[in-house]
């Protein structure tokens, strides 16, 4: 199982709390902003907006706030105007970490990132120093106990998917950058209902972390992820399933 897709787990069995949500509605909000910015306010021919839309309400955003962000970021409302940024480090027991940043302020979110890293026995590097153990692709969450995962299997090769695997109790679509759209689509035709969905960077291999750097490297990317300015943050670790199982609870 690859460390982005471990995380990802780790994070959705965590309970939610209302200080959470707020914070991910905040990340949605600029991803809109800098989406619609970028590539104009109609999600049919912007497929970065219509992902982060889709991701919005899968966070039960209001429409109205998602309709706020789209015209701050066409320019019809005054807003902040965001950098996209990413950084790149190493964490307990040599993992990488990838972080992507969306900030009005970068020199904040740059201390920011640092103390984090320099608090959790990781450390912050240069640019290009992990990037090249990563690659971009899309990748889509199934509900596993919903789904004869034979059947799920061809409807993802026939919808052009690149792999399928099961991951405790769900089914990890994953996808090239150009057809993930597609794909959803396909699904979607087949009735079945996505769980989530999203462009990520997935490691190419995964770094065996244990004992209490597993503890440390997991506390890291927690903190990182409560920042306000960052948007993703990926890994390439590889943690032992009694440990992950503990760290799910």
Known sequence: ???????????????????RRASSWTKVIREIT???????????????LRTAIDAAKAVNMPADNIDRAVKKGTGELEGSVYEELTYEGY????????????????????????HAFSRNGGNLGATNSVAWMFDRKGQIYLDAARYDEDATLEAAL????????????????????????????ALRTR????????????????????????????????????????????SNFDIDAAQLAEAEA
């Open 1 to 19: 199982m690859a460390g982005h897709s471990k995380w990802k787990q780790i994070k959705r069995k965590k309970a939610v709390t209302d200080a």
């Open 34 to 48: 800098v989406a619609a910015r970028s590539g104009g306010g109609d999600p049919g021919g912007n497929p970065r």
């Open 91 to 114: 964490g307990p027991g040599g993992a990488a970490i990838f972080i992507e940043a969306t900030t009005d302020n970068p020199n904040r979110t740059v201390a920011e990132i640092r």
């Open 158 to 185: 026939e919808a052009g998917a690149e792999d399928f695997v099961r991951e405790g109790d769900q089914y990890v679509v994953t996808t090239a950058p150009a057809t993930f759209h597609a794909v959803q689509d």
């Open 191 to 234: 009735k079945l209902e996505l769980d989530s969905a999203e462009l990520a960077m997935v490691p190419r291999n995964t770094v065996r972390v244990e004992g209490a750097d597993a503890e440390r490297i997991l506390r890291l990317m927690e903190v990182l992820e409560e920042l306000d300015d960052v948007s993703r943050v990926s």
